[in-house]
Structure formats: C-alpha cells, structure tokens
C-alpha cells in the first residue's frame, strides 16, 4: 500500500492538472526520447519511466522533439522564436525554421464540416469545390470553389478535432510550465507561464474564422485606397468560425515571383509599401508576413492573405517610436537607453548605470559612422535585446509583435529583393509618423485628456485621503501580502531552507562539541558529558538532514 497510494494520488493529481493523460505521457516519451526528460522528470506519469537528463541539449534535438510533438506545439515553438529577448541566437534560427508538416484530413470530415457549417446544400451553394486542398496547415485546410454567381473563391475550412487536441496540449503544456519553475526557479526570468497565456489568446485566435474575417475585413478598409495592394473580400454569408469563404487571388508567391519574370523593383516598393503602412501608419499590422501569405499579380500588385495572427501599435507606442527616431537623429544614445529601460520588464533591481552604458556601447556598434542603408535592423535588435538579457530586462510582448514584424520585413526584402533598400523606404513613414506626433489637433486632444484626468484626480483624491486618514485614525487600515511566486516554488525554497537549517544545527553541535573537551566536570571514557551531549545531537540532526534530503528527492 506505500507504493500504490502515491502513485494513486498522484495518477489522480496528474488527472485534474492534464485533460488527457495519454497525451502526457506520450508527450513525456518523446521528450525523453530527444535528451529532454529533465522537463518531465520530477513528474509522476503512471506507466512512464523518464531518466533524469542534463539540462544541456542543442536547438536542433528541441526542434525535433517540438516537430514530432505535433502542431500546437510547433506553433509555440514559432511563439518563442519571436523572443529574440529571451533565447541564445542558435534557439532562434532553430525555432524560425519549424514548419508545419501535416497530412489534409479525410475529405469526408471536410464535407461533414462543410454541411455543418454551412448546412445541406452547401454543394449548391459551392460550385466546383475541389476535394484536393491547394494548401495544408496544422489549423486548416484550404480549397478551391465558385460561388453561384461564379466568383472564384477559397473556402477555409478549420481541421476537425483541433481544438480538443489544442486544449489537451494547452494543458499538458501548462503542466510542464510549472514543472520548469519548480525544478529551475530561474526560469521565472523567462516568464513561461505568461508566454503561454500570450499563446492561448494567439492561437485562440488563430482558430475563430469569423475573428479572422473581421480582421480582413480591416484590412481591406485601411488599404481601400492603395489599389497595389489587394486583401481579398469575405463572404459573410457562406461561414462561421469554422469555415471562412473568401475571393481567390491570382499570382504567384511572393519567392517565385523573380522566375516568373515580374520586376522586382516593382514588387519590392509595392511590399515595403504596405508592410510599412501597416506598421507605421494604420497601427494595425499582419504578424506573419512571411513570403508564403504574400502573392504576387503580373503588374508586381501584392495580394495578402492568412489574417489570423495580427498585432497592434498603441499610441504609446507610436511615441516611444517617435522618441528613438529623434534620439537616434541627434545621435542621443543615453536617451535611447531610458525609452528602453521605461518599456521593459523588470524581473528585478536593474544597476541603471551599468545598463545605460551597454545600450550606448550596443549603439555606437550598430550605428556610429554607418550610413542608414547599411543599418541590419534585425541584427541591431537581436544585439540590443541580447544586452538587455545581462540586466534581467524582457520586451514586453506587444513589443516583441511589432519587432518580429519588422525583422521579418526587412529580413524578406533583404533575401528576396535586392533592388530595394527597406531603410530608405520606411524614412518618409517614420518621417510621417514623427510629424503626427506634434500636430497642433494632437498636442489638444492630449491636453485635454490631461486637464480630464486632473479634474477626476481633483474630485477624488480629497474624498479618498480623509478615508485614509479616519482608517488611521480608528485603527481600521489593514494591509494584505500576497506572495506571487508559485507554491511549487515557495515549497521548494522552504524545503531547501529546512534542510540548510538542519545542516548547520548539525555543524554548531559538532563545534560545540569540540570546545567543550576542556571542561571539567563528570566524564565518560575521559570526554566530558556535554560534549557527549552536544556530539549526539550533531549526530542526530545530521541524520535528519538525510532523511529531508531524500523526502525531497521524492517530491
């Protein structure tokens, strides 16, 4: 019975922490296979046995071991890939070539989806639909059709069964995510519990096609005039969220378009052009632009589709752009360093100073006697966020959006059209973005957003500061500490404590001991008594410091 009700209870804990423990364990196989069982290994999976392996391993057994896993952890892998702020260079290359690798489904439960969704006679309403899918991804499937009126389209139709098997890896992955704080309390740094709530609200929306139909939906609005860019029109009546039918786009992607004989140079302004638009002026921009969701027509006009990762540029943001534009034009490094710090994540007490000096040497690196066109924007911020590591500094994550945004920008423009500089092309938007910025209609509305928010201050802070003042008064002010590191941390830290504490009773009795062979006074084969005395309890509390150690390995 010792053995078999722990490994009950903990069968029953693993039950309500995982909604499929078969998953967990298959999860915690192929782990184990690819050198990770350190992740698992403090787990108790019944009918598992993980090896405890150093936590040294390399980008590419974390890749395999992510492939293998299958989709919802791949798409994770590709969220951690945009942390250029948290993972070494090597993890990033890594973690950027991981693609989905997946078989389409049955066409029966496509068609099963389609009646669903659509209802009976869909067929009627789907002329042509082919059962072939023209592309496959982890999340959905994409056919060709035409509607009656003999629009052409493409019918999205989201994989049966995924958001049951995404929900069982959320969980599986949560799991491992406390594990990994228990066993590494330094893990903290990396915030994985918070890269997973980023995740879950990610690919939540990933899998909702009417939230991506409204964000084309936008799209299309902001880019209504700027005939070179096309964002194909939804059909709202042929979907939910889980089929999205939209207008077909003719072209070729955007990688092929070189050998199919377009100019480039036509491609590149008309790319650089939107992808600045987005970022710079409509603050609301695609996440993953990446030279398979970019189409190109014969006339170099761009057609842009997969609008299910999208982000966004608040308008504080906007003004920390515009406060690096103007330090980086008056060469005001030390400026750079205080917007830096200001947007970060602090984990812990930053050395300011010590700070400030690496982000100007990262600078005077990066830019000093360059001219803007032989800037690498990627680099520099992979070398500024790889500095920020050293103090405990994160991104914060509608940043790290907006930066992957623009490395994979630059990095495509860089890879695929060497007629084009993306610096020189983004100025007349940063330019205009800095303009916006000191308009006469903006510096009102920020007052006036000032002088609201001090009346409401004005109305507020007498009625709160005689509250305080009478709590004080009659002795009814309580104050509550809530502790925000998780338990499994705080029991590790406290058992740790406790063995610590044994040991050093244990070596204060032995010293004790020692010092007290001189004294005089009933002995016992020529030792005294109280060294008697204090030599067992060293002995004892060093046998208790045994038997906490190995409770804590059960742990």
Excluded at 204 to 233: M, S, W, Y
Excluded at 537 to 552: E, P, R
Aim: zero cysteines.
């Amino acid at each position: 019975m010792r053995i078999v009700r722990p490994v009950y209870r903990s069968t029953k804990r693993l039950q309500h922490t995982v909604r499929d423990l078969g998953r967990l364990r298959e999860v915690a196989s192929v782990l184990a296979r690819h050198g990770l069982g350190f992740v698992v290994s403090g787990l108790r999976i019944p009918g598992v046995r993980v090896p405890f392996s150093s936590p040294e391993t390399t980008p590419e057994r974390v890749v395999s071991a992510i492939q293998e896993l299958g989709p919802t952890f791949v798409k994770f892998g590709q969220l951690w890939s945009t942390r250029v702020d948290l993972l070494p260079p090597g993890y990033i290359t890594a973690l950027q070539a991981l693609q989905d690798d997946v078989r389409p489904v049955p066409v029966a439960k496509v068609h099963q989806q389609l009646e669903t969704s659509m209802g009976p006679d869909w067929r009627s309403r789907l002329l042509d639909f082919e059962d072939v899918p023209i592309a496959t991804g982890s999340v959905a499937m994409v056919h060709r059709a035409t509607l009656e009126d003999g629009t052409p389209v493409v019918v999205k139709v989201l994989r049966p069964g995924i958001n049951e098997t995404i929900k069982a890896d959320l969980s599986v992955l949560n799991l491992l995510a406390r594990q990994i704080l228990s066993e590494f309390p330094e893990a903290s740094y990396f915030d994985p519990l918070g890269m997973l709530r980023e995740f879950e609200r990610s690919i939540a929306e990933e899998t909702d096609f009417e939230l991506e139909a409204a964000h084309a939906e936008l799209f299309k609005t902001n880019f209504a005039n700027v005939p070179e860019v096309t964002i194909p029109r939804v059909h709202r009546g042929y979907g939910d969220h889980n089929v999205m039918v939209m207008d077909r786009i003719d072209g070729v992607r955007i990688r092929d378009a070189r050998e199919a004989g377009i100019d480039m140079e036509v491609v590149g302004r008309n790319y650089l052009s939107a992808a600045y638009r987005m970022l710079f002026e409509h603050g609301f921009f695609h996440g993953d632009l990446h030279p398979g969701n970019v189409f190109v027509e014969p006339n170099g006009n761009l057609g842009i589709i997969d609008f299910g990762m999208v982000g966004r540029l608040t308008p504080e943001m906007k003004d920390n752009l515009v406060a690096i534009v103007f330090a980086l034009e008056r060469g005001d490094f030390r400026s750079i360093a205080r917007v830096y710090y200001d947007i970060g994540v602090k984990t812990q007490r930053v050395d300011f100073d010590a700070f400030e000096r690496d982000v100007v040497e990262v600078m005077e690196r990066n830019w000093v006697g360059r001219s803007m066109h032989e800037v690498q924007i990627g680099a520099f911020l992979k070398d500024l966020a790889d500095g920020a590591v050293r103090y405990k500094l994160q991104a914060p994550p509608n940043y790290t959006m907006f930066f992957k945004a623009l490395i994979t920008t630059e990095g495509l423009a860089k890879a695929l059209i060497a007629e084009v500089d993306p610096i020189k092309a983004a100025a007349p938007y940063i330019n205009r973005l800095v303009r916006e910025r000191f308009q006469p209609g903006r510096l009102r509305e920020e007052l006036f957003y000032t002088v609201i928010t001090l009346r409401t201050l004005q109305r507020k802070v007498p009625a709160a500061l005689t509250q305080l003042l009478d709590d004080i008064q009659n002795q009814r002010l309580e104050l509550r500490v809530t502790n925000l590191r998780p338990r499994e941390e705080r029991a590790s830290e406290h058992r740790r404590n406790t063995q610590l504490l044994i040991v050093s009773m244990s070596v204060a009795s032995l010293l004790g001991g020692s010092m007290a062979l001189d004294m005089n006074g009933p002995a016992l084969l020529g030792v005294p008594w109280v060294s008697w005395v204090l030599y067992s309890s060293s002995a004892a509390f060093w046998l208790g410091s045994l038997v906490v150690m190995f409770l804590n390995r059960k742990v």
